[in-house]
C-alpha cells in the first residue's frame, strides 16, 4: 500500500466513525444546534457586504439556513453551490429565487439565477481537527472548488459542523485545503 491509499483508508474510516456519531444525534438536538449558530454570526467577523456561499443541507448535516438569514440580514448577499462536474459553480440566493432538486436530497438556484464568486464559504463537512484539516465527503468537490476560486482572490473557507464531529487528528493529502475556522454550535475558532 502507498502512503496516499495508507491516508486515504484513515481517512474513509474516521469519516464513516464521525458520520455515525452525527447520525445518532436525535432530530431535535439537531435543528436545536443548528439554530445555535446564528449566535456565533458576528463572531465571525466578515467584511461588510461579503457574498457568502451556504450550502442546502443533506441527511443529518447541520442546518446552516438559519445562520444564513442572520447573515443576509446583517447585510451579506448569499449564494448556494451548484455542480457542474468536477468543481462547483455558486448562483445568488434571494428570498424569491426558486430552487431546483438537484440530486443527494439538495436544492439549489436553478439557471436563471446570477452566477456569483462568493468571498466566503461555509461549508458543509464530515470531521475536522483542531488544526483546521476537514474530512470532506470523498469527492473533492470543494477541494476543486477551492483551488479554483483562489485563483481569481482572497477566500476565507470555514467548515459549519456540530462539535461532536471533532476528531484528534485528520490525516491530510496534498490536494486537501484547510479550512480558516470552524463554526460549532459552541462558537467560531479560527485556524492558522
Known amino acids: 500500500m502507498t502512503d496516499l491509499s495508507i491516508i486515504a483508508c484513515e481517512k474513509d474510516k474516521l469519516r464513516k466513525e464521525v458520520l455515525a456519531r452525527r447520525k445518532a444525534m436525535p432530530v431535535v438536538e439537531r435543528i436545536e444546534l443548528s439554530l445555535q449558530l446564528t449566535d456565533h454570526a458576528e463572531d465571525l467577523s466578515l467584511p461588510a457586504g461579503a457574498v457568502v456561499a451556504g450550502f442546502w443541507p443533506i441527511r443529518d448535516e447541520i442546518d ?18 451548484v455542480m457542474t462536474g468536477p468543481s462547483l459553480i455558486f448562483r445568488r440566493l434571494e428570498r424569491d429565487t426558486e430552487l431546483v432538486s438537484a440530486g443527494f436530497g ?50 476565507l473557507c470555514i467548515g459549519l459542523a456540530f462539535s461532536l464531529q ?26 492558522g
Open 166 to 191: 471533532e476528531v484528534d487528528h485528520v490525516p491530510s493529502e496534498e490536494h486537501d485545503k484547510p479550512l480558516n475556522g470552524i463554526l460549532t454550535e459552541q462558537g467560531y475558532r479560527a485556524f
Open 106 to 155: 439538495t436544492s439549489e438556484p436553478g439557471p436563471s439565477s446570477e452566477e456569483v464568486r462568493p468571498d466566503i464559504l461555509l461549508m458543509p463537512l464530515a470531521g475536522f481537527d483542531g488544526a483546521g484539516t476537514r474530512i470532506g465527503y470523498g469527492k473533492a468537490f470543494y477541494d476543486t472548488t477551492i483551488a479554483q476560486l483562489q485563483q481569481s482572490g482572497p477566500l
Open 64 to 81: 446552516p439556513r438559519p445562520l444564513m438569514d442572520r447573515l443576509r440580514q446583517l447585510g451579506h448577499p448569499l449564494c448556494l453551490p
